[in-house]
C-alpha cells in the first residue's frame, strides 16, 4: 500500500472516522496491523516500536487467532531438563519450555527435576479424557422434564450422529442431565483427538441441542453453555467427573535426594503439605485446589505453547498428596482437568509451535490423541516438579529469599 | 564471545556436561540465551529460529524476569475501543490492549465495547484494595492458641514496624487468624501501592513471622504460605474478603443497543445470565465465579500487559449480575479479586511496557496506587463488554457460528 | 426387681462401681432404664422426672434404637394441610406431621401450604433414587490404579454379587471410582426400596470391599466410608449425583393468591429469591444450598417420623427456583439428596410410626420403593410451601414481626 | 369443654369447615391438641394414641414452640459419661445426654469417651463468639454504594443504638458489607449471652435496616435475611469467620489406650484421618466438613437439649486434625459455627430442661454466658469421642460389624 493511502487511514482511524476492525476492508492483513498500531500510537501519544518489531506474517492469524492486532508482545521463554519420565507415551528425556515474566519460576521448576530425576523420574498416566459443554434447557414443567429425562437416553444414537456429523475429529461419548427446577443442563462429553476440542464441541453441540429442540418439543435451549461445562471456570464438577485430562505423577524421593538438593526431610515436606495445601486449602474454601501452585507451572506451560491461557483456571484444579514411605517422601500430583492440545488454537504460531516441538508434541500424533496425551504427562511431572521444589522451599523457609535473590530489589 | 568457544559450549550442554543453568556463569547473558538454544535444538532435533529471531537484549531480564532463556515466545496483541469509561481514575476515553490466540475473542469485547459505548459507557469503582500472605504456625495446644489470639493484636504494631521496614512501598494494614485444630493461619494484608505486590508481601510477612516466633515461644512456622492467601488459588475467602482489587463495574444497556448491536433483548439476556451464570455456576459447585468468562478477557489483557498469568486463575472470580429496569438491561460485573500492579514483574518489558502505556497506566501513579487503580477499573469495563457480548451472543445462538466464521475450520 | 435390689445398683452405678451400659447386664431393659436415671439424678443432683414419665417398653428400642437409655425426651408435633398434592405417589390431599419447639415453623408451612392449594397444589415428581458409600483404597502406584482401572468394570458383576448377597432390599447399581494420588474412592450407590439404606448399604459395601481386596492384591482398603459418600456431610458431589431422593416440586402461585395470603406480588418475591438465595447464598459460599430454609421442614418431618436428624445436612441441599409467568409466580423447590425411609431406622418408634400412618407411608410399600417415595414427594411439596411462605414473608418484611407476635418475649 | 362440643368441633374440622390453626380460637390449649389430633385420626383413619399419650400442658407451649400441636413425639435419650474435661468453663466431669433413635451412635460416643478419660480428659476452648443476621440491600448504583460503604463505619454508633434497643441480652458488635454488583449484604453480628440467639438478632437487624433505609436514602431492603447469616445452611462465612461458637477440643491419647480401647494405633487412625476426611471432603467438595460424623452427636445433643435441629447443618461443619506424636496421637476437633443455646427456643421443655439440667447448664449463666459457653466445651468434647471412635472403628473395619450386633436385622 502506498504511504499516501495509509497515512490517509491512519488519520481516518485516529479521528474515529475508520473504526479499529475496518483497517482489515480496506488494507492487507500487514498493513491493516501497522495502520492500527500507528493510529494508536497517535491517539495515545505512545511509541510502539516493540510491539511492532515483528518479522510475523499477520495473513497467518487473521481470522483465527485475533483480530484488530497491532503487533506482537514478547515473553521470555526457558526450558528446564532433561526431566526423566516414564509415561504410557512420555518416555525417557524431555526437555520442558515454559514461558513466563516471573523471575525464579523456571530456576523452581528446574530444581525440582533435579530432585526427581535423582529418584528415577516421574511415573505419570492420564486416567481420563473428555471435552465438555453443557447447555441449558428450560422446560414447561417438571412433568415434561421427567419425559425428557426417559427420552435422552432412548435418543441418544441420534443426537450423537447429529453432533459428531460437524467435526472430523471430536466424537460424543455421552450426554449426563442436572435438574434444577425447570432448567435441565446438559454435560456433553467427547473424545477430541489432540485437539483441547473447546471449540469443535460447541459446533457439535449446538447442533445436538438443534436435534433436541426439534424432536423434544418443550425443551427449550436458554445457552449452548450453561457453565455445567465449566470452560474457564473452576468448578467442583469438573474436579469430580474431570474435564480435559486427569493426570497422575508420582515419585518416591530418597532421603538423600531430600538432604542433598534441599537440605530438608521427608518428614518436614510431608507437614507443609498437610498444613498448607489441605489444612490451608480447606480453611479457605480452595475447594478445587488441594495443591500450592499448580497454576504456575501449568500457566508458563501453557504460554509457550499456544494453550488457552484462560483455561489455566480450571487445568491448574487438583491434589498434591504425600506420604513418609521410612524416610522416604512418597509424591503424587492428581491434575483433575488439565485442557491442552497439540493441534488448532495458538499451537501452529510460529514460536508456539517451536516449543511443542521440543517436547516432540506438535501436530496431530500417530495415533490420534498421543501427542495430546504425552503432552498431558510431560505437563503433570513439571507440575510435581515444582510441587516438590516449592514444598521443600517453604520447608526451609526460603521462600521470600529465593525471591529476593533472583534480582528483586527491594518492593 | 568467540564462535568456537560457543560451539563448544554448545556441545558440553548437549551431551549434559553442563547444566542449561550454568551458562549463565560462562557466558554473557545474550550468548547464554543462543547457547542454550542452540544446544536444545541439537539434543531434541528441532529448528528454533523463531524463538530465537528477537531482538532482546537478554541482560534486561536475567535474575529478573525468567531463568534458563533460549528467546522470546510471541503472541499477537490486538486493541479495542475506544472504550467510554467513568472511573474514579480512569475517565474519558481508553484502548485496550490484548494478547490472544483464540479467535473472536478480542472481536467479542469489541462488540461488547460497543454498546456500552452507545449506553454511555461503564461507571466503574475500586472498592477494597489489599495484598495478602498467609502463613500457618503450628501450636503444641489450644491452650498456647488461646494465649496467642490475646497476644496478637496487642503484638500488632511491633510486627507492623518489622515487616513494614522490608519494604519501600508495602504497609501491613492487618493480620487476621483462623484456627484449625492447632494450626493457625494469619492472613496479612497490606497496601502495595502500584505493584501487585506478592512478593514484597512474602518478604514482609517472613520478617513478621521472625518476629512473631521470637517473641511467642510455642509459635512454630510451617509455612510462610499456608493456602490461606490464597495465591494462584481460588477460593472463598478471596472471594469473601477480597485479594488485590474488588472492583465494580456497572452499565445501562438500551434497549434500542440491545436490537441494534446483538438483535436481542434485555429479557432475553437477563434470562441467560441467570440460567447459566447462577443456577449453572450453581449446579456445577463453580462456587467463586458466578459469570460468563472473565477469565478470557483477564487472560488476554494479562498478557499483554506483563501481568502473571498464574493469577488469572482467582482474577477470573466474581459474579454477573442484571437486572430489568422497563425494557433495558442493568448489568454489572464484580471481581472479587483482581490482582495486578503496573510496576514489577513483567510491567518492564519492552512489549509489556507499551501496552500499558496504550493505557497510560505504566509505572508509578501520582498519587501512588493511582495507576493500579485506574488499570483495575479499565479491566473490569473490559470484562463487562466481554460478558454482555457473550450473554447477548448465546442468547440469539451465536457462539459456534461466531467461532466458525473467524476462520475456524472445521476441527 | 426388688427395689432393694435396684437401690443398690444404682448407688454401685453413682459410686462409678458399675458402668452406665453395664445396667443391662444385670437388669431387663425397663429397670436398667430406671437404674441409669436414679443414678444419673443422684450423681447430677438433678431431677429427671419428665425424662422418666413414659409408658415406653424399653425392650423394644433395646439393641436397635439407643443405648444408656434412661427416659425419653417429648417434643411437640403438629400437623399442617390438607396440602393438594400431584405426585406419582401421594395424590390427592394430606395432612403433614412435623416436630419442633421453634415457634412460628409450622404455621409458617401451614400459610405456604394454603396458597400452594389455592393455586391448584404441588406438582412434584422424584427424578433420581440411590443410596451410597464410599470408601476409600490405597494402591502402591498409580501403575497399579491404572490397572485397576480397568479391572473394576469387568468385575463389578461379582462385586455386586457378593454385596447384594448381605441384603435383602438393597441392590448395588453401580460403582464409580474417583483417583486422588494413590487413594482410589469408589462410590457404591444402592437401590434400598423403602428403607433409608445406610446401614445395608454398610454392610454390602464392606462385603464388596473385601472382594476387591482378596482379588485385587494392591488394593488396600483403608476405611469403608472415605467420605465421597457424603454421609452427613454436605458436598458437591451430593449435590451433582443425588444420594437418597432428588426430588422437585413446583407450582404455578396466582397473583391474587400471592395479594390475597401474602399481600405480596410475583415480583417482590422474585425478587427476594434471586437476591437472597442465589446472590446471598454465592457471596456466602453457601454451595449446595441456594435456598432459604429447607433445613427447617425437613427437620421438623424427620422429627416427627424418626428420620435420622444427622441427615438433615445434605438433605436441606437444594435449589429454589422461580419465575415470572406475566403477573404469576412459577416457584420450584429441587432437593437434591433427600434420605429418608419408612422402615427401620426410628420410624418403628410408638409415635413415629404414628406420623408416618398420618401420610399413609409407615412401612414397605407396595411395590417396594413407593412408600419411600410417596413420602419424599410429600416432604418436597411441604418444602415448597415453607419456601414460599418466608419468601413472601420477607418481601413484605414481617420475619422478625411474626416471631415476636407468636410469644417471643424481649430476648 | 364438654364432650359433645368437642365432638362436634372434631366433626366441623374433619368436614374442613374448621381449620387446625382455628381450633385455638374455639378450645382452650389442650382441647385444641385433642380436636386436631381426633379430627386428624378420623380423616386419615389412624390411631394417634402414642402420640396423645402425654401429661405435657399444652398451655405452656401454645404460642411459643409449636402450632397446630396433636400431641408429643417422644425419642429415647440416653447418657454417657463422666467425661473428664478440662475447659475455660466444663471442668471435672460431666454427664452428656443424646437422644437418638440411631442404634450404635450413644456407645460409640461411650466408647470415645472412655478412651478420652484414659488420656487425661478432653481440653477445650471458645475461640470465637456471635450469632449473625446478614440482611441484603439494593442500590441505584456503584456510585451510591461507594457513598454507603463510608457512609457505613461512620453510623454504626447509630445503628447499634437502635438495634440494641429492641433486646435485653443482644449486643450488636459490628456490621461488615459484602458487594455483589447492586446488592449490599450487611452482616451484623451480635454477643447474645446464654441465647442462641438467632430470633434478637432478627429483630435487632430489622431496627437496624429500618435506620438505615430511612437515613441513606438509596439503600432499599430487599430482605432481613440475604442468606450471608448463613442461617440453617452451611457456607464457607460461617467457616471462616464462625457463627455462634468456634470451638476447639484436643486430646493426646496414648498408644496403649488406642490399643486397648480400639485395638488399633496412633498411625493407623492418623491415615483414615487423612484419607477419608481431609483427601475424601475434598474429593467430594464438602468445603465446610474435614470430618467424620461430626453430625450424628451434635444432632443427638441438639435433641435431647431443645436445640434447633434445622441448626445442625452448619453447626456440624469444621474439622478433625490429628498428628502422630511419636507412638501417640494428638487429636483435635475444630467446631467452626456451633448454635446454641441454654435459654429460649425448646430448652425451657420440660425434658429438656432436665437433660440440659443433667449438665448443671439450664438457664442463664453467671456471668451471662458462660452457661452456653460451658454448654458448647461440652459439646465439643462429646464430638471429639464420637471422631475418635469411628476414626478407630474404620481402622479396624468394624463398622458394620457394630451395626449389626446392635439389633440391625438383615436389612
Not at 501519544?45 to 506474517?57: P, V
Request: glycine share 10%; charged share 20%; net charge positive.
Amino acid at each position: 500500500m502506498a504511504a499516501s493511502k495509509k497515512d490517509e487511514l491512519i488519520k481516518k482511524m485516529a479521528s474515529g472516522e475508520l473504526s479499529l476492525h475496518k483497517a482489515d476492508e480496506v488494507a492487507d492483513p500487514n498493513d491493516a496491523v501497522e495502520i492500527r498500531r500507528m493510529a494508536v500510537e497517535k491517539k495515545t501519544n505512545t511509541s510502539l516500536k516493540n510491539i511492532g518489531a515483528t518479522e510475523m506474517d499477520f495473513a497467518s492469524i487473521k481470522d483465527k487467532n485475533a483480530e484488530n492486532v497491532i503487533g506482537m508482545i514478547t515473553v521470555p521463554v526457558g526450558v528446564v531438563g532433561p526431566l526423566k519420565i516414564n509415561g504410557a507415551f512420555a518416555t525417557g528425556e524431555v526437555y520442558v519450555p515454559m514461558a513466563t515474566t516471573e523471575g525464579a519460576l523456571i530456576a523452581s521448576v528446574g530444581r525440582g527435576i533435579k530432585a526427581l530425576n535423582m529418584s528415577g523420574g516421574a511415573t505419570v498416566r492420564v486416567i481420563k479424557d473428555g471435552m465438555t459443554r453443557g447447555p441449558v434447557f428450560k422446560f414447561n414443567s417438571i412433568l415434561e422434564i421427567e419425559k425428557f429425562l426417559e427420552w435422552l437416553p432412548k435418543n441418544f444414537d441420534r443426537i450423537k450422529f447429529t453432533a459428531d456429523k460437524t467435526t472430523q475429529h471430536g466424537r460424543l461419548e455421552r450426554i449426563v442431565p442436572y435438574v434444577t427446577g425447570n432448567n435441565v443442563f446438559l454435560r456433553f462429553t467427547y473424545k477430541t483427538g489432540d485437539a483441547m476440542g473447546m471449540n469443535m464441541a460447541t459446533v457439535a453441540t449446538e447442533a445436538g441441542c438443534s436435534y433436541i429442540e426439534e424432536n423434544f418439543k418443550d425443551a427449550k435451549l436458554v445457552a449452548v453453555s450453561g457453565n455445567m461445562c465449566s470452560d474457564k471456570k473452576q468448578s467442583l464438577i469438573n474436579s469430580i467427573e474431570g474435564r480435559g485430562k486427569t493426570v497422575v505423577a508420582e515419585a518416591l524421593i530418597k532421603e538423600e535426594t531430600l538432604k542433598g538438593v534441599f537440605n530438608t526431610s521427608a518428614q518436614a515436606v510431608n507437614e507443609v503439605n498437610f498444613r498448607k495445601n489441605w489444612a490451608g486449602s480447606a480453611r479457605a474454601g480452595s475447594s478445587t485446589q488441594f495443591n500450592a501452585h499448580f497454576a504456575n507451572t501449568v500457566a508458563a506451560i501453557f504460554a509457550a505453547t499456544g494453550q488457552d491461557p484462560a483455561q489455566v483456571v480450571e487445568s491448574s484444579g487438583g491434589y498434591t498428596w504425600s506420604e513418609l514411605r521410612g524416610r522416604d517422601l512418597y509424591l503424587s500430583v492428581t491434575l483433575t482437568s488439565l485442557e491442552i492440545g497439540t493441534v488448532g488454537g495458538g499451537t501452529g504460531l510460529p514460536t508456539q509451535k517451536e516449543s511443542l516441538s521440543i517436547m516432540n508434541v506438535h501436530g496431530s500424533g500417530s495415533p490420534p490423541g498421543s501427542n495430546a496425551t504425552k503432552f498431558a504427562e510431560i505437563i503433570a511431572a513439571a507440575v510435581m516438579a515444582g510441587e516438590l521444589n516449592l514444598l521443600a522451599a517453604l520447608s526451609t523457609r526460603e521462600l521470600g529469599k529465593a525471591h529476593q535473590k533472583l534480582g528483586r530489589s527491594k518492593s
